[in-house]
């Protein structure tokens, strides 16, 4: 409670309320008052005023107050509860060529860092978590990246060989939730077993269909359960192929617009690169094809740009993945950046293929061209 008390009035002291403007409390135009309730030893030997400390003095000081502060802080915590502090949705508003964006970025993952390790080395069950997505990541630099790399990041992955986790787990316990008020119910009490085309099972073709993220699969299963209903479908019934394609159109739009939502900061003209894959009509393409494409529609393009540059740019965005023939298993298979992103555009590729979640926003007709 003494802790709690120097913490409170700290922040009366400084800022006049328990419930400070938090967007004001950096500005130049405040002083950061701090009596003798925070004992800061740098503070004290300086000989500070810190009665009347403006503003711009504090990063001279700033580095023992938060020490103190944070001291204060993890000494008030109940050592028997978990406490989690989580920042999310930090991608908006996010621009690649903001420094400032990028540096805010930085200086919360680190702080994060340097706070965890407080609260672990006082005992306390305490977690600051930043929720950032992985391409972002990838575009900052800065000092002990690697060691946070390596020693506090955990990726969140579905359906993949790093990992246990499925999509259809997922799905499963929202089924138990709604249906029958278990923790899960099985993903064939909801879905026939009847394959799809190509003898697909059903999880696949949606699965395939998606970012392999949790908001794609449950927007593709309430377009399905959408489908269901217009014809019809009765309690007890379940999902049938036809309903799954009935969900198709539905969910493409869906999928283009978070596309849409991603892609306008990073490459203003890219409704006219969609426009170009478009108009191959199939899936699957060619660089060749590729490039003749773009000299139909050379009127959609500005000045420099390339057909490779272009499909690097649909690649960066998942758009398009590209052919890899042979690897340690043999065989050949399409990669995407959304499945890994560590893999870069192969500049010798010479097969593509469109996502097939946007086969039908695109209008893409067939598999392969030529069929």
Same mark, same amino acid.
């Given at each position: ?9 700290? $922040?009366? #002291? +400084? ?13 130049? +135009? ?16 300086? /000989? ?33 509860? #978990? ?7 930090? #991608? ?22 340097? $706070? ?63 249906? +029958? ?55 007890? /019934? ?89 690897? $340690? ?40 061209? /030529?069929?």
């Amino acid at each position: 409670m003494g802790e709690l008390g120097k913490l409170e009035s700290f $922040v009366v #002291d +400084s800022y006049g309320s328990r419930d400070p403007d938090v967007t004001q409390i950096f500005t130049p +135009s405040k002083r950061l008052r701090i009596k003798p309730y925070l004992k800061i030893p740098y503070v004290v030997e300086g /000989g500070f005023d810190m009665e009347r400390l403006p503003m711009e003095q504090l990063p001279r000081i700033f580095q023992e107050v938060n020490r103190t502060i944070s001291e204060a802080v993890i000494t008030c915590l109940n050592p028997t509860y #978990d406490y989690f502090v989580c920042f999310d949705e930090l #991608d908006r508003g996010f621009d690649p060529a903001d420094d400032r964006y990028k540096g805010m970025l930085m200086g919360l993952i680190l702080a994060a860092r340097a $706070v965890n390790q407080v609260a672990r080395e006082a005992g306390r069950r305490f977690s600051v978590i930043v929720f950032l997505r992985d391409d972002i990541y990838q575009l900052l630099r800065f000092e002990d990246k690697n060691k946070i790399t390596e020693n506090f990041l955990s990726p969140i992955e579905w359906d993949s060989s790093k990992t246990k986790w499925t999509l259809q787990q997922l799905m499963e316990r929202r089924f138990g939730a709604t249906l +029958s008020e278990t923790q899960s119910l099985d993903w064939g009490a909801v879905f026939d077993d009847q394959e799809m085309p190509g003898r697909q099972p059903k999880y696949r073709h949606i699965l395939d269909r998606t970012f392999r993220r949790p908001r794609d699969m449950i927007k593709f299963c309430n377009e399905i359960l959408s489908a269901y209903k217009r014809r019809s479908g009765s309690g007890g /019934g379940k999902f049938a192929n036809e309903d799954i394609i009935a969900a198709r159109p539905a969910y493409s739009d869906y999928l283009l617009r978070e596309l849409q939502d991603e892609v306008h900061k990073h490459a203003p003209d890219y409704d006219d690169y969609l426009e170009i894959v478009k108009s191959l009509d199939a899936l699957q393409f060619s660089r060749d094809e590729f490039v003749e494409a773009c000299g139909r529609r050379k009127d959609l393009l500005k000045a420099g740009i390339t057909p490779a540059e272009i499909l690097r740019l649909l690649f960066e965005f998942s758009v398009v993945g590209y052919q890899r023939t042979g690897g $340690v298993g043999g065989g050949s298979e399409y990669l995407y950046r959304y499945m890994d992103p560590t893999v870069r555009f192969d500049e010798a590729a010479s097969n593509f293929r469109v996502h097939p979640g946007f086969m039908e926003a695109f209008g893409l007709k067939k598999f392969r061209r /030529g069929e």
